[in-house]
């Protein structure tokens, strides 16, 4: 099976901290994505990579970066953490377009909360 | 621009029971539809997929899904409730690699 590793489950930053998400996958998926899920707003995507060092800006880019050196890392970066980025961040990956019947794999999620 | 609703924001159902999830979506195109599952704690895992063919779905789990064009809905049924069914439930449409989803129906088993 397809694994989507995300380095951690909880993490508790300061508010202007500099905050790295670390997400990994193991089969060789072209397209990497990180969506914000909150109550009531379902997830909504930050930013998406079709490509190594390839990316492109979701719904809700603002406060975040995003990077990918190699086909199996996605990063994203809060370049300086706000209170309103207290949130669950989820990693997710798929084929790129011949592998349209797959869908999507998620990774278990990080709770990121910013004190 | 493509958009789902779910109209239920929390369901309870008694363990045995049926359960129905509603999804409406808007989408220019023919859509590629998924129902995903999350229970406490976890990600998202895929309960089933909609590209084209018989519009009725089947899945994991017991879960199966239908697919109306004239109604731009895709809701999904299950029909005997398991108490391991509690979780959340998201509907998704777009293109595979660009999915926009749902705001999630949270599902109350009861016993």
């Known amino acids: 099976d397809v694994k989507v590793t995300q380095s951690s489950r909880y993490l508790v930053k300061r508010t202007g901290e500099k905050v790295f998400l670390e997400c990994v996958q193991d089969?060789?998926?072209?397209?990497m994505f990180w969506y914000r899920q909150d109550p009531g707003l379902g997830l909504r995507l930050i930013y998406f990579?079709?490509?190594?060092?390839?990316?492109e800006k979701g719904d809700i880019p603002e406060g975040y970066s995003v990077s990918r050196e190699k086909k199996e890392r996605f990063s994203l970066i809060l370049e300086s953490a706000s209170t309103n980025q207290t949130s669950m961040y989820l990693c997710a990956s798929s084929l790129g377009p011949r592998g349209l019947f797959y869908g999507y794999t998620f990774g278990s999620g990080t709770r990121l909360t910013v004190v | 621009a493509q958009s789902v609703t779910q109209p239920d924001i929390h369901i309870t159902v008694s363990e045995g029971a049926s359960l129905e999830l509603r999804c409406n979506y808007s989408y220019g195109a023919t859509p590629y539809l998924f129902w995903y599952v999350q229970s406490p704690g976890q990600g998202l895992q895929l309960l089933l997929k909609y590209f084209s063919g018989d519009t009725l779905v089947q899945g994991i789990k017991g879960f199966e899904a239908e697919f109306k064009r004239s109604q731009s809905s895709f809701n999904l049924r299950k029909p005997s409730v398991h108490w391991s069914d509690a979780a959340e439930y998201f509907c998704a449409v777009g293109p595979s690699y660009k999915l926009s989803f749902g705001a999630g129906t949270t599902v109350t088993v009861r016993a």
């Open positions: 990579s079709y490509d190594v060092k390839m990316k």
């Open positions: 089969m060789d998926h072209e397209n």
